[in-house]
């Protein structure tokens, strides 16, 4: 059965702190591993990676995919309080998109 | 910028009663989804659409229903609610591209407690 697996299911850091959520999956017929922030509202899309190896990076964000090991990790540098939210990973595969149970990142001032 | 309207943010309900949960979208896009959002469990699919008139099941379509017969629009029915589909409910819409090739977009979410 497909299923994406997060680690840690939370984290608290403290300002300035580097931080790496690990995204790992078993999906049949792998098509993209997306990551999306959640705060109060909705999750807001972060990446899209199809590509092994290839980093996206986006202000102190930043995400790579190795799909031989079928995981990823988002990094952020420099956390800042604004960062406390909920971190999602997702993976889309032949039939479905599954949604990992989250992260829960709060950073204190 | 993509909108995802969600027509209520929080509802109550009592068991038994029809439920209808309603999310329109103004990018016309011909993928929308609806989820379900429990702590611990992060986002499951309940139903999707490819298209108007079409509608495919997710992971957990028991208990519900949907309806898409305008492009924009995308209702999920809950036909007799039962206090364990007290949840976040979360609609999103794509573009198409295979099952979802392209980043999907999310309405702000329904808290439905049902009594």
């Known amino acids: 059965e497909d299923k994406v697996v997060q680690s840690p299911l939370s984290l608290v850091v403290h300002e300035g702190d580097t931080v790496t959520l690990n995204c790992s999956y078993e999906v049949t017929n792998f098509r993209s591993l997306l990551w999306y922030k959640q705060e109060k509202k909705a999750p807001t899309f972060l990446f899209m990676l199809?590509?092994?190896?290839i980093e996206k990076k986006s202000g102190r964000l930043s995400s790579i995919l190795d799909k031989k090991e079928l995981f990823s990790i988002l990094n952020i540098t420099a956390t800042q309080t604004g960062d406390s939210a909920v971190y999602l990973c997702a993976v889309e595969g032949a039939d479905d998109m599954r949604f990992g149970a989250g992260t829960r990142l709060t950073v204190k001032p | 910028d993509v909108k995802v309207t969600q027509s209520s943010r929080y509802l109550v309900k009592r068991t038994g009663e029809k439920v209808f949960l309603e999310c329109v979208q103004d990018m016309d896009h011909e993928n929308m989804f609806w989820y379900r959002q429990d702590p611990g469990l992060g986002l499951r699919l309940i139903y999707f659409s490819y298209d108007v008139k079409m509608k495919e099941k997710g992971d957990i379509p028991e208990g519900y229903s949907v309806s898409r017969e305008k492009k924009e629009r995308f209702s999920l029915i809950l036909e007799s609610a039962s206090t364990n589909q007290t949840s976040m409910y979360l609609c999103?819409?794509?573009?198409?591209?295979?099952?979802?090739?392209?980043?999907?977009?999310f309405g702000d979410g329904t808290r439905l407690s049902i009594l």
């Open positions: 999103a819409s794509s573009t198409p591209g295979g099952f979802s090739n392209q980043p999907q977009h």
């Open positions: 199809t590509s092994s190896g």
